[in-house]
């Protein structure tokens, strides 16, 4: 009798480890997914006709097409002709309109992490903190949202003691990230590397530009692939462009120093190491390319003329709308061509402003070329920001890596795979595979035969969620009304 019965416990908790098979057959699932060709992630295959199974946010299995019926699921989803990838994530973002129109934004565009990377976005009026429990714990409908500590630069880490007191505001309060923004002295540079190594945060940022480039690759990402315009691999540009020590706030000894290094990036040798210090170093690196594609845009007339054209921007606050169309709002049109227009004609540069930086742009998108061959793993960011449009400016910027030479497949890799293992959590993200997070959109064509199908998003799943073509639709559409009412 006691033999009987413990075979008959064995049996029980046999069931109960396979997640609930009945009698019948039949395992437990929340939802399946029918009939859809998996773009696993994991190499640069597709597997068609497969079912995903999810339970309780994870992938339990993918069986083949034929097989779902042995799963008993609330739901079932009908992928046929769907193409089902990870969530894409947008390393970089800032939040700079109603927090909900954002993160619909980002939902319809396939986004299902951001990084911000101003917890001051919002000018004190927004609880980062706040949104990001809220988007965790599922009340609130959006993309998983990781947020940076405050942009640190030589006002706010005047000291030692500041460099503690930022340490020890990460750690009470968890930020995803310590954020450097601008030049900091060379001791409280070292100090809050240092600190955030020994505590173990992420610390992202700007490049430091008066020291050499060795100091900028003691982060752990890097932002913005134009910083490398803007620093040497020794201390020459800081050197000559005077740091702190610009005559009455000109700025020409920066500009001149900046015109040097650009033309030393010419020089293939010289690009060659400052790719390999990068490669060596370890440290990933956020081009957001998209953000420096924009200036020729704003500084030609035509180009800028042309922008109010744009359907996308019906997603944008009128406000913010307003001011990037408005010639002398635009912070880039009004800033840049006045200084640019002169500095060029002073170093005897025939070039237009457009044409600088649609020559700029060329030696960015071959650097980022030449740091993916060379091993750095990179991520994608937006940095959205004037008349870019959140989601839809993670798809441009997988569009200019594309255009940079990289393949569809090592592109959406920097969205997804890199992502994950940036985060340390590719043991359970970052692919579709059975056991990890079930973080994943349909898409109607193959993303690896063309980069634009990305944007082709015709479903979301995430945080246990399913968000439907009409459901994205339909938030699009409270956007663009919502834009337009305020």
């Known amino acids: 009798?006691?033999?009987?019965?413990?075979?008959?416990?064995l049996f029980l908790a046999i069931g109960s480890l396979a997640g609930g098979v009945h009698a019948a057959g039949l395992q437990d699932a929340d939802f399946v997914f029918d009939h859809v060709t998996v773009v696993p992630m994991t190499r640069d295959i597709v597997q068609p006709d497969r079912s995903v199974v999810v339970h309780d946010g994870i992938i339990i299995a993918i069986v083949d097409g034929r097989k779902s019926g042995r799963y008993r699921s609330a739901r079932h989803i009908d992928g046929r002709g769907r193409f089902l990838m990870p969530g894409l994530s947008d390393m970089h973002v800032h939040l700079r309109m109603p927090p909900q129109d954002f993160f619909d934004l980002s939902l319809a565009a396939g986004v299902t992490t951001v990084f911000n990377m101003g917890i001051g976005d919002g000018g004190g009026k927004i609880d980062h903190l706040?949104?990001?429990?809220?988007?965790?714990a599922g009340t609130m409908d959006g993309p998983r949202y990781l947020v940076s500590g405050p942009q640190l630069d030589s006002n706010n880490i005047a000291s030692l003691n500041d460099v503690n007191k930022t340490l020890q505001e990460t750690a009470e309060r968890h930020y995803d990230a310590v954020k450097i923004h601008g030049d900091l002295s060379p001791e409280l540079y070292d100090a809050l590397i240092a600190g955030a190594r020994e505590k173990g945060f992420r610390i992202r940022g700007h490049g430091q530009h008066m020291m050499p480039l060795g100091q900028t690759l003691r982060m752990d990402c890097v932002e913005h692939v134009e910083e490398l315009l803007y620093i040497s691999r020794d201390a020459t540009l800081g050197q000559e462009a005077k740091f702190g020590v610009e005559d009455n706030g000109n700025i020409n000894?920066?500009?001149?120093?900046?015109?040097?290094?650009?033309?030393?990036?010419?020089d293939h040798g010289y690009r060659a190491g400052i790719v390999k210090d990068v490669a060596d170093s370890g440290v990933y690196w956020d081009p957001t390319l998209i953000i420096y594609s924009m200036i020729p845009t704003y500084v030609s007339d035509e180009s800028f003329a042309a922008l109010a054209g744009d359907p996308r921007l019906k997603y944008l606050p009128e406000s913010m709308r307003r001011e990037s169309l408005d010639k002398d709002k635009n912070e880039y049109r009004a800033g840049l061509v006045p200084v640019f227009s002169a500095f060029l004609r002073s170093v005897g540069d025939p070039s237009s402003v457009k044409d600088h930086f649609d020559h700029n742009m060329k030696t960015l998108l071959n650097l980022t070329k030449e740091l993916h061959d060379a091993g750095v793993p990179l991520l994608v960011g937006s940095d959205a920001f004037g008349a870019l449009v959140p989601g839809f400016a993670q798809h441009e910027e997988m569009e200019l890596f594309v255009e940079a030479g990289l393949t569809p497949f090592e592109t959406l890799q920097a969205a997804t795979v890199n992502p994950a293992k940036y985060l340390g959590e590719y043991d359970h993200a970052g692919t579709v595979e059975v056991g990890k997070r079930a973080d994943f959109i349909l898409l109607g064509a193959n993303p690896l035969d063309d980069i634009h199908n990305a944007a082709d998003v015709r479903g979301v799943f995430t945080h246990g969620k399913w968000y439907s073509d009409e459901d994205l639709k339909m938030r699009l559409a409270r956007v663009?009304?919502?834009?337009?009412d305020n």
Do not use: G
Not at 1 to 8: C, H, L, S, V
């Open 1 to 9: 009798m006691f033999q009987t019965i413990r075979i008959a416990v």
């Open 130 to 136: 706040a949104l990001r429990a809220s988007l965790a």
């Open 253 to 266: 000894h920066f500009l001149t120093a900046y015109y040097h290094n650009i033309s030393r990036l010419e």
């Open 480 to 484: 663009a009304k919502d834009s337009f």
